[in-house]
């Protein structure tokens, strides 16, 4: 008699956890979790029970699904749902910016399974976050493709312009210079490296067609780069021109971007131009 009940009492449980995780799979997470939270403790699976509750709670944006993942993690270190629950609440780190914790939870990850191309951008740009450059290069080349793809080629070229990578940098700017998020910001960079490079003419042929379009808050350095480029090719009224475009801008101006317009000026026998600049 005490077997009957324990088995319909088992049999009872099975069909209640049936029943939720139906609910879960078709997208009802708040009816779902209720059941699950009715559960917790009444069943010798209670890690399955606590991850579906965590996950209802993330699913849901609410802001218990950390507490109900570290219950998981602190107290079934064996689980088979011990890793899915670590890069889940690694993404909700990452979503609050909390990098640090981000990392952590991801460094501990081991299972190949989990490591997506989700898992390596989001590696890679907590560990960007907390400027370890040299290891969120290594995590975003391994995204191989999808949506996170470009997001990790952007960064990964960022860095290398950051750690004056200058040609490598360029080769994978160029290869985001018709994607539509970043072809505002892209010529930005090619022109910076063009510059640091030193080749002036490369500005020109490159830039100056793209002045009429870039975005507002690169306009001043853009139009100095530009007439820095013409200056040392030589052609100091092309150099005036846009360096008087420079001074349009909402720029700050220093004294010796007031030395140079009034060293371009000289060379070109405008004098009066010259003295309101120097003086």
């Not at 579906?52 to 270190?77: M, Q, T, V």
Request: charged content about 25%; overall charge negative; aromatic content about 20%.
């Amino acid at each position: 008699f005490l077997f009957l009940v324990f088995f319909l009492d088992v049999s009872c449980q099975k069909n209640i956890l049936n029943k939720a995780e139906n609910l879960y799979l078709n997208g009802e997470y708040g009816s779902a979790q209720n059941i699950f939270i009715s559960q917790l403790n009444k069943f010798e699976k209670n890690d399955y029970v606590l991850y579906r509750i965590a996950d209802c709670s993330w699913k849901l944006g609410k802001s218990d699904a950390k507490y109900w993942y570290l219950e998981l993690l602190n107290n079934y270190k064996n689980s088979n749902y011990y890793e899915k629950s670590k890069f889940n609440l690694a993404k909700i780190y990452f979503s609050n910016k909390e990098y640090t914790n981000s990392v952590q939870l991801l460094s501990e990850i081991s299972q190949n399974k989990l490591k997506s191309n989700e898992f390596y951008f989001k590696y890679g740009y907590s560990l960007f976050c907390l400027d370890d450059y040299d290891q969120a290069k290594y995590n975003f080349l391994k995204v191989e493709d999808g949506k996170y793809k470009t997001l990790s080629n952007y960064y990964y070229a960022y860095i290398l312009y950051s750690q004056k990578m200058y040609n490598k940098s360029l080769l994978v700017f160029q290869t985001l210079s018709e994607d539509e998020t970043f072809s505002k910001i892209i010529p930005y960079y090619i022109t910076q490296i063009f510059f640091s490079l030193e080749k002036y003419s490369d500005i020109i042929e490159y830039a100056v067609p793209l002045l009429e379009n870039i975005i507002e808050s690169r306009e001043a350095e853009m139009y100095r780069i530009v007439s820095d480029s013409y200056y040392h090719l030589n052609d100091l009224k092309s150099a005036k021109k846009y360096f008087n475009k420079f001074l349009e801008t909402d720029a700050d101006i220093s004294v010796l971007d007031y030395f140079q317009i009034g060293q371009i000026n000289i060379y070109l026998e405008d004098y009066s131009s010259a003295i309101k600049y120097l003086e």
